[in-house]
């Protein structure tokens, strides 16, 4: 049986995570109880298997006992992204259905504007203190008895696409049940590959509300390990935790890697990173330069996934593979991938096209059968709208996301190579390129940078730009101008609101 039970039985002393910040260690037991008392409250207000709970806050220690509260109780639990707007988080918790809602003291403001828009959410709580309409989550939970409920079903995740390229969607998981202590075949694979065990330290630097960061946080628990959980992301700060707790394993995305690697040399260099065993990263496509850098700074110990919040596929690649395969995610593990062009023809090698999965985990979008349908060819395979390519060996490259494709002048133009190169510059903190409007080519290209030095931004600082992006790529895919931005709107789990950015652009010009 995979479960935290197991391990507060055996050990309920050892440390199950820890708070970064504060070095505030959760025992296993504490975890337990804390899960126990929680999942009681849950049945005592007449919630049974398969009903929604919905959870917004920061990384707390709280946070991964009502996550095992849900799932002891066969709960649906929902972990809402903290950088929505209020109109998002209300259609979150209104279209999930959920009955009860827990936040945290630090966004009481945006519970109070949701207080009288989710009215199934009958049953409203606030970790670290109370505002009007809520009721205190530790005063609430302290009274239960510690002891399990009865044993049921596994509850699961049902979590929400980022929302960078459109309103969030739901993502319905398998409906297969998994009886309790048992999880889905293709997490069993993961905890296989990343040698997931009682011996791992796994350093999380990421909100728990992302899909990876709660899923391998409570995979490290399920197997007896001790995770480390950073409230927020600071590149020093995560060197020094790698040393301070041994940390065996973690997971990071791009643009961690980049501000780590743009750290002063005798900062980088200041840290014993030899524990470190396995670094993955997910979440959005890495530059090349910048892996290589990382690559020769680590060593061999970083693995890259490819994956979705809906769990149709998994792509996988070792440092040795990828030094073979340069810019590639790796192979398909789960199902067999097709790439196809507009009319589900398949493309052969190096032709890009859209990226489907034959035999994949099934899933749906929650309550929008029109976009499940769109994700789906005439024969069944799924796609997450992304586009790429195959060697002749089957190691797959992302080109960029369809939704972010520039067509000007009918030619299609990946945004993300003009962003990987001009990542790398010196003087570039943070980079987007988009389309915008253009009255003769219909879209052109157009980077906003936030640059490391804001005072810095102006004609001088555009024109290196543009001609550093010259000398890498062909003039096309470069961008025909560049804004400046002191901050771009990125999630803290590496991505990018590119719809933010061009709407503005795409709303001025119809205004005008």
Not at 110 to 135: C, F, N, S, W
Not at 176 to 195: D, K, N, R, T
Not at 213 to 227: D, E, Q
Not at 238 to 259: H, N
Request: with cysteine; charged share 25%.
């Amino acid at each position: 049986m995979l479960h935290p039970r197991v391990h507060a039985q055996k050990a309920p002393g050892k440390p199950a995570y820890i708070m970064a910040k504060t070095g505030e260690v959760v025992t296993y037991g504490e975890l337990e109880q804390g899960a126990n008392r929680c999942s009681r409250f849950f049945r005592d207000i007449g919630l049974q298997p398969n009903d929604h709970i919905a959870i917004m806050m920061e990384n707390n220690k709280e946070y991964l006992q009502v996550v095992f509260a849900a799932q002891v109780a066969g709960l649906f639990y929902t972990t809402i992204s903290t950088h929505l707007k209020t109109a998002e988080i209300e259609y979150i918790i209104n279209d999930c259905q959920a009955r009860v809602f827990i936040t945290s003291r630090k966004y009481e403001n945006l519970a109070g504007e949701l207080l009288d828009k989710i009215p199934d959410a009958e049953h409203r709580l606030m970790i670290g203190g109370v505002t009007q309409g809520y009721r205190s989550y530790e005063e609430t939970v302290a009274p239960y008895p510690a002891e399990p409920i009865p044993e049921c079903n596994e509850g699961k995740d049902m979590l929400y696409s980022s929302g960078t390229t459109g309103r969030p969607k739901g993502i319905v998981p398998t409906r297969e049940a998994f009886p309790f202590g048992a999880v889905h075949p293709a997490a069993q694979g993961m905890i296989a590959l990343y040698q997931l065990n009682e011996q791992t330290v796994y350093l999380s630097p990421a909100p728990l509300y992302h899909a990876a960061p709660l899923r391998y946080c409570t995979w490290t628990l399920r197997t007896g390990g001790t995770v480390i959980i950073m409230e927020k992301f600071d590149p020093e700060e995560a060197l020094a935790l790698i040393e301070k707790y041994k940390v065996t394993t973690s997971q990071w995305v791009p643009t961690m890697f980049i501000r780590m690697l743009k750290l002063p040399e005798e900062v980088r260099k200041k840290y014993d990173l030899s524990s470190l065993g396995i670094a993955i990263h997910a979440a959005a496509p890495c530059p090349i330069e910048v892996k290589d850098q990382m690559i020769e700074w680590w060593g061999p110990v970083i693995f890259e996934y490819y994956a979705g919040t809906e769990g149709n596929g998994f792509f996988a690649i070792s440092s040795e593979e990828w030094l073979r395969h340069k810019g590639s995610v790796g192979r398909c593990f789960i199902g067999q991938v097709r790439i196809c062009d507009e009319n589900e023809n398949i493309l052969p090698p190096y032709e890009p096209g859209t990226i489907y999965i034959e035999g994949g985990v099934p899933f749906e979008y929650h309550n929008d059968p029109d976009k499940t349908a769109e994700s789906r060819t005439s024969q069944g395979w799924n796609t997450l709208g992304d586009i790429g390519y195959v060697d002749e060996e089957g190691y797959v490259y992302l080109t960029d996301r369809k939704a972010n494709m520039i067509i000007s002048g009918g030619v299609n133009i990946y945004p993300q190579e003009a962003e990987n190169v001009l990542t790398m510059y010196p003087k570039v903190a943070d980079v987007a390129v988009i389309g915008v409007p253009n009255e003769d080519f219909g879209e052109e290209v157009k980077a906003i940078v936030q640059p490391v030095d804001m005072s810095e931004a102006g004609p001088e600082l555009a024109r290196e730009l543009m001609e550093y992006c010259h000398q890498h790529l062909s003039k096309i895919k470069c961008p025909k101008g560049v804004d400046f931005n002191p901050q771009l709107p990125r999630t803290p789990t590496g991505k990018l609101f590119k719809r933010l950015l061009k709407e503005s652009y795409w709303n001025k010009a119809q205004a005008n």
